[in-house]
């Protein structure tokens, strides 16, 4: 018996947004979890067909700009009250009214930068080679081609199975995504 390479996935094509948003919610509903659309243009319903569940991004932005802003403000407070005192006015060494413009901006500064990272490296990006380059015509999925592809990491996906599966949802053609 001949030993099969180990594959991606299985790549489906369809021809409209109604067919791969109706394919993705039969595939979630027949219990597969690891799969991706790709589509030319945002589609509204696809996230929920999916099962997309959010993300700690929000949580890495409000942690950035917390670590900012008490940044912010200890930097200007050791400057002001701790390694340089200097009393210009009467005023206390501690001014923290003084101090509000720079720990807002780090604030603002520090949140934006880790929103960035935060969503770079949740998304798993920079990624210059992707498995699905391999097929030919997912080329297309930027023009007019809509694709719901169906990871092998995914407990139930079997090879043979998989793809009758994906061709009795109405796919014009169910390719293998070799690694």
């Avoid at 060494?93 to 003084?98: E, F, G, I, K, Q």
């Amino acid at each position: 018996m001949r030993r099969r390479t180990p594959i991606y996935g299985l790549l489906a094509e369809f021809d409209g947004p109604t067919e791969l948003v109706d394919a993705a919610r039969r595939a979630r509903h027949e219990g597969y979890r690891a799969m991706d659309a790709f589509s030319p243009f945002p589609i509204e319903e696809l996230p929920d067909a999916l099962g997309f569940r959010r993300t700690g991004l929000p949580l890495v932005v409000l942690s950035g700009g917390l670590i900012g802003g008490v940044g912010g403000f200890l930097m200007q407070y050791y400057a002001m009250a701790v390694a340089y005192p200097l009393n210009v006015g009467g005023r206390p060494l501690n001014s923290w009214p003084a101090f509000i413009p720079i720990t807002f901006e780090l604030t603002v500064l520090v949140a934006g930068l880790s929103a960035v990272l935060g969503l770079l490296a949740l998304n798993g990006l920079p990624m210059p080679y992707h498995p699905l380059f391999n097929v030919p015509r997912f080329a297309l999925a930027t023009r007019n081609r809509f694709f719901l592809c169906i990871e092998a990491r995914d407990p139930r996906f079997e090879r043979d199975g998989t793809a009758r599966f994906l061709r009795s949802l109405g796919s014009q053609e169910v390719s293998e995504v070799a690694w």
